[in-house]
Each structure stands twice: as C-alpha cells, then as structure tokens.
C-alpha cells in the first residue's frame, strides 16, 4: 500500500479536463514537502511532468498543471489528447519513513 | 544529448547477487546527487538508493544492509550492487538524476534511464 494514493483510473473525452489526486498525511505532504508528478507512456520509463508543486520543466505543454493544499495535491490536464493515455505518478517525501515516496499510480484513458 | 543507460539486469536465484551499472552521457554523474528507483509488477514505483554530490549514501529500509550504491567518477557511471537477494526485489531499476532547491527532503528525479529488470526467481 503506497504511502501517497492515487485514484487507479481516471478518464476523459479529448479536449475535457481531468484532474488526479494525490492525498497524503501530516507526516509527508501535510508537513510542507514538495510534491513532483512523473508520467510513465505505456513501455516507457516515468518522465518529470511538474516539480516543487506546480512547476513545469521546459518542454511540458501548459495543458498540465498542479497545486497543493493541506495533505494533498492535484494533477489537472486540460484540452485532453490521446497523446496523454499513460500512467501518472506522484512523488513527496516522508518525514516518518525518512526517505522519497510515490504515489500507486493512476492510469488515464483517453475515450 | 543528456542520457542515462542501465545494465547488469537479468535472471538471479534467491540469495544470489546482481551489480547494476548506470553510464552517463551529456552529464556528470558527479555533478548532481544520483539515485536507483525500482518499479514492480510494472506501476508501483519505490526510491531505493541515493548517493549525495559528497559522498553521502542512503537506503530504503528494505534493501539496507544488502545492496551498496557507488559511483566511479572516472567513467561517469553509478553502480548498485545488490547481494542476497529476494523475490521482493524482482523489479525495473531505473537510474535517475536528482535535484532539489529547498533541501534533500525536496529532491525530484529529472532524467530518468530506460531501465534494467530484475528477476528473482529459482
């Protein structure tokens, strides 16, 4: 059981929005850490989608986008493509485990 | 191009032991803290190592005490040797690159390699 959870499937019609949580606890995102999202296409490796909540790295379309609030944060994609049919990760830390945690991961269907 | 490329995977029986290695291009591993992360079954990700730019190692519970990370500035490469190993450990261990701005505790992975897999089994 991850320490982060994560819907396991979300979908949405092209061009919808959809959005995909990640809640956690007061010993990982309710303390304040960062949290980062990771999109894993199908039989590929994760690649960095946002970074320190709602950052996104050079190259990631504005169509994603993320914030956070109290013990959870959320993934939110806009203008829905068949392109973003792939798994969706988030990443904290835990203060009690001590080290970098994941979410279990949730697989977006595009109809 | 910046690119991280894993080996070393393969088919192991329980208690034997597997050294993964990571090469990098386009980057140096010494410049950046470096880290293993593992995917099982294909969806659960879980951080199993990490080596800081000084030096410093850390390990998740699970494999503490039985795999050592290291690096080998030399040749640019990031090894995990893992000993006494188990069918728990049967994953994808991706070689990743970290980053934080705000303290370790804010670390994300920015470059990601493709991955080798790990099989235990008898």
């Known amino acids: 059981q991850s320490v982060l959870t994560q819907p396991p499937s979300v979908s949405g019609a092209p061009g919808q929005r959809v959005t995909i949580s990640c809640t956690g606890s007061s010993s990982n995102i309710g303390t304040g850490y960062d949290v980062h999202w990771y999109q894993q296409l199908p039989g590929t490796a994760p690649k960095l989608l946002i970074y320190g909540n709602t950052n996104r790295p050079s190259g990631v379309p504005d169509r994603f986008s993320a914030s956070k609030s109290g013990t959870s944060a959320s993934l939110a994609i806009t203008g829905l493509q068949a392109e973003d049919e792939a798994d969706y990760y988030c990443?904290?830390?835990?203060?009690?485990?001590?080290?970098?945690?994941f979410g279990g991961g949730t697989k977006l269907t595009v109809l | 191009e910046v690119q991280l490329v894993e080996s070393g995977g393969g088919l192991v029986q329980p208690g034997g032991s597997l050294r993964l290695s990571c090469v990098a291009s386009g980057l140096g591993i010494r410049s950046r803290d470096m880290h293993w992360v593992r995917q099982v079954t294909g969806k659960d990700l879980e951080w199993v190592s990490g080596?800081?730019?000084?030096?410093?190692?850390y390990y998740a519970d699970s494999v503490k005490g039985r795999f050592t990370i290291s690096r080998e500035d030399g040749k640019n490469s990031l090894y995990l040797q893992m000993n006494s190993l188990r069918a728990g450990d049967t994953a994808v261990y991706y070689c990743?690159?970290?980053?934080?701005?705000?303290?370790?505790?804010?670390?994300?992975?920015?470059?990601w390699g493709l991955g080798t897999p790990v099989t235990v089994s008898s």
């Open positions: 990743v690159r970290a980053r934080h701005l705000t303290g370790k505790e804010n670390t994300w992975f920015d470059i």
């Open positions: 080596i800081a730019i000084a030096g410093d190692t």
């Open positions: 990443q904290s830390y835990d203060t009690t485990l001590s080290n970098v945690v």
